[in-house]
């Protein structure tokens, strides 16, 4: 797949937008092994901004012997940039007064009204956040840039004042994507549907990427956020990021404790501990007692011991090393059963009891399995 750019806006010189993408560092696109959470590799940034300011307008020079003519004075361009390549961005800022036209070697000389143009900029990261994945990548990354050109005093000549934003990544699975002040487009700079780029649910899919952004002057700011997308992995009602934050269970497995009750069930409805199979230490799991009709959360309540005959069988079969056998029943001796225990050969005598609850006589026979 070919990385992605993301700009804001069509600016006045595209090409000199394309130069500066080309120059910046190439994407990795190596692959780590896959981890079970959402993951960003090779995550990078990088950022300049570029601008020009001039002040031009009408001063009134006086003299102390009299008389004041009207002078059109153009201040010099002031230049300023940076770049920087830093995961989070810092931020900067400058402020600028333009000088006022030079003075005169003259008694008395003085400049009044005119242009004496200040700005400030300043590039912010507000918000940049990001979550520790596993095998050293992230789970999860949200990031906002904004950039601020403001006028404190006159009216300067703005010849240009852009910054650039670059963000470069790479998924190993999808993620949930929201963004804005942008829109995706392809190495050269041309405008790509993002559907193609998006799974049936509405992910990003994996792939490497570029976000970029070419901010003007003004308040301007580019947001990206990359999550997991709500995965259930057990299938337990429970999302993974819950039970790994908040309920600290296996997200991998619906009964971390192995009690017989899903996680699910013992945080919403039981109640009880889903990390403790026993979670009142009474001497039965927890499972077994809420099936019961009992407590799990309560030590007095408990399953009391319980004694029921049933008629049974035995069966004495024997066996040959190595060889499987089927039990069967049947009642009329046409249609024959399968228990559900199939006996393994031991070379030996293998004894099997099996109960006859549902009454009726039965008749009983072993089978060599193939």
């Not at 650039?164 to 405008?191: C, I, K, Q, Y």
């Amino acid at each position: 797949m070919l990385p992605i750019y993301l700009r804001a806006s069509e600016v006045s010189a595209p090409s000199r937008f394309v130069r500066y993408l080309l120059t910046l560092p190439a994407v990795f696109a190596a692959f780590l092994p896959l981890a079970a959470e959402a993951q960003i590799k090779n995550l990078a940034s990088n950022s300049s901004a570029n601008c020009s300011i001039q002040g031009e307008g009408s001063w009134v020079r006086s003299f102390p012997e009299g008389g004041s003519e009207s002078v059109l004075f153009r201040t010099e361009e002031f230049p300023f940039s940076f770049s920087q390549s830093s995961l989070p961005p810092a931020p900067r800022s400058f402020s600028q007064l333009l000088p006022a036209p030079a003075a005169e070697n003259h008694p008395g000389f003085a400049w009044a009204g005119g242009i004496q143009p200040s700005i400030n900029y300043s590039f912010e990261v507000p918000n940049w956040s990001t979550t520790p994945g596993k095998s050293g990548e992230l789970a999860s990354a949200v990031m906002r840039y904004e950039v601020d050109v403001s006028i404190v005093t006159g009216a300067p000549d703005l010849s240009y004042c852009n910054t650039a934003m670059t963000v470069f990544f790479e998924l190993t699975e999808p993620m949930a994507l929201n963004h804005s002040g942008g829109e995706f487009v392809d190495v050269f700079g041309s405008s790509v549907d993002i559907s193609q780029h998006l799974d049936s649910n509405g992910y990003l899919l994996p792939g490497n990427y570029i976000y970029a952004a070419l901010l003007n002057p003004g308040s301007c700011a580019l947001e990206l956020s990359l999550t997991p997308p709500p995965i259930d992995s057990d299938g337990d009602g429970l999302l993974n990021v819950d039970e790994i934050n908040i309920h600290h269970t296996d997200p991998t497995k619906a009964d971390t404790d192995g009690d017989g009750l899903t996680d699910k069930e013992e945080i919403q409805v039981v109640h009880s501990d889903p990390l403790v199979a026993d979670t009142d230490g009474d001497g039965f799991i927890d499972g077994f007692e809420w099936k019961s009709g009992k407590s799990p959360t309560d030590p007095l309540s408990f399953p009391v011991a319980a004694i029921s005959i049933h008629p049974a069988i035995e069966l004495r079969v024997s066996t040959k090393l190595g060889t499987n056998y089927r039990v069967q029943s049947s009642v009329d001796m046409q249609t024959w059963i399968d228990a559900d225990t199939v006996i393994e050969g031991t070379g030996a005598e293998v004894r099997r009891i099996f109960e006859t609850v549902d009454g009726g006589a039965k008749f009983w026979r072993v089978r060599e399995e193939d």
